[in-house]
């Protein structure tokens, strides 16, 4: 396929979308497959879109080797329903072990209260969230009916780069990650997780779908008051069909499976040549910010996102002449997010080696006239 010469585009989410993938949404839009209607017009039960819904997920399980006894379901409501959606289904009214590791997990604990007698059992509070007490120092309750934390925090650039082993711990609770902004971008252990969920549109498409993976004996669990289309079992139990599921989110983030299946980087393909690049491509940023006198990124090395990379100028009254600057030469939504100030970039999967390379290209020329 042509490339089409658009800018870099570094938005935390919504996010770029590969440009492939696109171009295949572009040319099915009003013919899928020569059936004569456009994604968004079939219905769900329907056999082109079951045939869209069962590709999607069997790729997805191939990709990130989910073993069969968890359910992939695709919601709505994005991460953020979760956030009660969990606690209703998995904490019978009992104790959620809480990390809070930036402003997500801390949304989720705040949240899980509703639901939940919510344990903050460790927080990155005290050094702004730029690190996290080591999984041996964490004040587990012994009695949570689940532990949850944010794999990748979106806004502080906090990226876990394993999970904690729980049992190693003397915890015999499962794991509940968000992973929202890091999906797909590298493996998961799934010895070590019980759930995954996450929004699609950082790393797998457009908003609108959440991707849910969850281990099938924690099914049937619910509260009572729980609502049936956000019941995990019921929805588990109807193929993500209990109503209408997003449709279109869902074709989209297929394309983007398969995307990732064709991704070849040397003797690698789909999630290890994707991580390989992302690897890449976050030692170049991060090489770059740390050896700048004009830029800093305060993160402690071992919790460093490679995927969200906040950096602020020592000058910060030159934030908007830098934006103004990034926009000029195609660089777009590097603006950080409003809590921690300063730029973000976002370089998720569909993000290309060059389009960072730009972007160091252009620091270092702003840096030069800086100085
Ligand atoms: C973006 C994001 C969310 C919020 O997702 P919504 O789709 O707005 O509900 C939650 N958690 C993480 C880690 C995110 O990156």
């Known amino acids: 396929m042509t490339t089409l010469n658009r800018p870099f585009n570094f938005s935390a989410g919504p996010a770029a979308i590969p440009e492939e993938v696109l171009q295949q949404a ?135 780069q394993a999970l904690p082993d729980l049992q190693s711990l003397g915890c015999d609770a499962p794991l509940v990650i968000d992973f929202s902004s890091h999906v797909a971008s590298r493996p998961v252990d799934w010895s070590r997780v019980a759930v995954a969920y996450g929004g699609a549109q950082k790393n797998i498409g457009p908003a609108g779908v959440t991707l849910v993976v969850v281990r099938e004996d924690l099914l049937g669990q619910a509260l009572p008051i729980t609502p049936s289309a956000f019941d995990l079992k019921t929805v588990a139990d109807n193929q993500s069909m209990f109503n209408t599921p997003p449709t279109w989110g869902i074709y989209m983030a297929g394309l983007t499976f398969q995307w990732l299946k064709r991704q070849r980087e040397g003797d690698l393909s789909g999630i290890a040549a994707i991580e390989a690049r992302n690897i890449a491509k976050a030692q170049l940023l991060y090489d770059y910010i740390d050896g700048s006198q004009l830029y800093l990124n305060k993160v402690d090395k071992a919790w460093r996102s490679r995927m969200n990379i906040p950096f602020l100028l020592r000058d910060d009254s030159r934030n908007d002449a830098f934006l103004a600057g990034a926009k000029e030469r195609g660089l777009l939504q590097l603006k950080g997010h409003k809590s921690v100030g300063g730029m973000r970039a976002s370089i998720y999967n569909a993000m290309p080696i060059e389009g960072v390379r730009a972007l160091i290209a252009y620091m270092q020329d702003f840096e030069r006239h800086s100085a």
């Open 26 to 160: 572009a040319a099915d839009m009003l013919n899928w497959q020569g059936c004569g209607m456009g994604v968004m017009e079939m219905s769900h039960r329907g056999k082109e879109f079951i045939s869209i819904y069962e590709q999607a997920e069997s790729d997805l399980r191939e990709l990130l080797a989910i073993p069969p006894q968890f359910k992939i379901l695709f919601m709505q409501g994005g991460a953020i329903a979760m956030n009660a959606i969990l606690p209703m289904n998995l904490a019978r009214g009992g104790v959620v072990d809480c990390i809070v590791s930036g402003g997500w997990s801390q949304k989720s604990y705040q949240e899980a209260g509703k639901y939940a007698s919510a344990h903050l059992a460790a927080s990155g509070k005290e050094s702004n969230f730029t690190t996290l007490p080591a999984a041996q120092d964490w004040q587990l309750s012994g009695k949570a009916a689940y532990v949850h934390l944010c794999s990748n925090e979106t806004i502080h650039g906090v990226e876990f």
